[in-house]
């Protein structure tokens, strides 16, 4: 199955998916500062390196070098569209990097890519979660009613799992697509998870 390291765009990009199957690559944008990076260009767009060093607390220097790895990798290009020709704008290629665990797996490189990538993932899961109820005040009554999480726990077989990643996939972007004009519209971190629990009955595999 696919992996899915995802920051949906405010506008539009050339591409959907960036499908990584080389680790050295999916190593590449495995580190703290790149992952934010491709992050706060595929979701409030085109941007400087000065710019994001601001947002992100660094400094323009580091910010720079790791773009320029990012663009080394295929993540990240000069931004055509760009204001001010004096002062470079970088944005990101793909709204999403989709790789498999099972082939990064393959390497000791490709595990400890993946296995960061997945490690940002639930961080960035708890992030959102702890800021929403610091904030749940703020909210209106309509968003405080529609966030959350649920876990159900049904019996689904691997095949059947896959086939629900692909199709709640589809959906999300669908959705996205709807509500492109809505003023009620708002970023929203969706997670798609599944996990097997152990069975003793049924046993492992």
């Known amino acids: ?20 199957h080389d680790p050295r690559t999916l190593k590449a944008v495995a580190h703290p500062l790149r992952v934010l990076l491709l992050g706060e260009l595929r979701t409030n767009g085109p941007a400087t390196a000065t710019e994001l060093a601001g947002r992100l607390g660094e400094s323009s220097g580091s910010t720079s070098y790791h773009l320029r790895q990012l663009v080394r990798y295929g993540f990240v290009e000069a931004d055509p ?63 405080a009613e529609a966030a959350g999480m649920s876990d159900l726990v049904v019996r689904l077989s691997p095949a059947t ?34 996990h097997p629990h152990r069975d003793p009955a049924a046993g492992h595999g």
């Not at 639930?122 to 749940?136: P, S, Y």
């Open 81 to 143: 569209g760009q204001r001010d020709r004096r002062e470079r704008r970088w944005r990101a290629i793909h709204r999403f990097t989709a790789w498999s665990d099972v082939e990064m797996a393959a390497t000791a490189e490709g595990r400890e890519a993946a296995a960061f990538l997945r490690r940002r993932q639930l961080e960035k899961l708890t992030a959102d979660v702890e800021n929403f109820e610091r904030e749940r005040d703020l909210w209106s009554e309509a968003w």
């Open 1 to 20: 199955m696919q992996r899915y390291l995802c920051n949906v765009s405010v506008g539009r990009m050339d591409h959907e998916v960036f499908h990584v």
């Open 161 to 194: 799992v896959t086939y629900l990643y692909e199709r709640m996939s589809a959906m999300l972007l669908e959705a996205a697509e709807r509500d492109r004009d809505d003023p009620d519209a708002r970023p929203v971190a969706v997670l798609l998870a599944a």
